[in-house]
Each structure stands twice: as structure tokens, then as C-alpha cells.
């Protein structure tokens, strides 16, 4: 994964990005393994994404993000502990060369780095071509479990 395709995807989430919407670019300011992103809805409700822009492999049955690109141990500790207080967190993984967006919840945090293209296709929590869809699903998620303030 290159920085400038990371890059190019936050641009991409952050030109998308629904009206009052709040956007916070962490990469490199913060501890190892917080997420790239952080993004508080209209409603108040706080929501974290990892992102990634890997090179999609050519074959199916290839690892989804590759041998080096998936998360670290710092950012998968990071969701598992944000998973074990119910602070909702993403990988949010734009391929390469692709316009689609995949969006895995934390449950995904042990399991990403070994998907296949074919099993990530199936397992992702979300699969679109259009942005604003995945921030409409996290905050019908946050609205479903009761984690927005009114």
C-alpha cells in the first residue's frame, strides 16, 4: 500500500462525506495502532476508521490485503480493545485501481489480515462503490445499538 493511494482514498471519504460530519486525519499524530480516522456524526456519535488502499491480488484465492498491507499487531490490539468497550471501529479498504469500499467492523480485527479476495468479498460488512454509503451504514449501526445521543 502506498501513502499517496491511503491518501487519495481519505480525499475520496472526505469530499463524500455527509453534511456535519466531522473528519479528524490522525495518521502519524497519534499512539501506535489508534485508527487513521475519526469521525463524529451530526448526532454526536464517535466512530473510527482504519484505512486501507491495498493492491488487490489478481486471484480469488489470494490474501484480500496482501502479505504486508493488512493490520499491524499495534492497530489490531487498538480494535480489540475498542471492540471490548463497544466503541465502534472499521477497516475501511478501498483497492487500488478500484472504486469499491469495503467496510469490516471491529469483529474483523483477528480475521482480516487472512481473508481471501473471494472470502472478503462475502464476509465484508459493507461492499459499494459509493462513499456516502458507508457513513450512512456506521450510524445506522450506532442508531441500532443505542450509542447516539438524541
Known amino acids: 500500500m502506498s501513502k499517496k493511494a491511503e491518501q487519495n482514498f481519505y480525499e475520496t471519504l472526505k469530499t ?3 453534511k456535519g460530519w ?3 486525519r490522525l495518521e502519524n499524530l ?3 495502532g489508534i485508527p487513521d480516522l475519526l469521525l463524529v456524526s451530526p448526532n454526536g456519535h464517535i466512530i473510527w476508521w482504519e484505512l486501507k488502499a491495498p493492491i488487490l491480488p489478481k486471484r480469488d484465492t489470494s490474501l484480500f490485503l496482501g502479505d504486508s498491507q493488512g493490520l499491524n499487531v499495534d492497530q ?6 475498542a471492540q471490548s468497550y463497544g466503541i465502534p471501529v472499521y477497516t475501511v479498504v478501498r483497492p487500488v485501481d478500484s472504486r469499491e469500499i469495503f467496510l469490516f467492523g471491529a469483529w474483523a480485527w483477528n480475521r482480516i489480515n487472512s481473508l481471501s479476495v473471494y472470502e ?3 464476509k465484508s460488512d459493507l461492499k459499494t462503490d459509493h462513499p456516502r454509503d458507508a457513513y450512512r ?5 450506532a442508531q441500532a445499538l443505542g450509542l447516539t445521543r438524541d
Open 137 to 141: 451504514f456506521c450510524l445506522n449501526e
Open 120 to 122: 472478503a468479498t462475502l
Open 30 to 32: 497519534a499512539g501506535a
Open 22 to 24: 466531522w473528519l479528524q
Open 16 to 18: 463524500a462525506a455527509p
Open 76 to 81: 489490531a490490539s487498538w480494535q480489540a480493545k
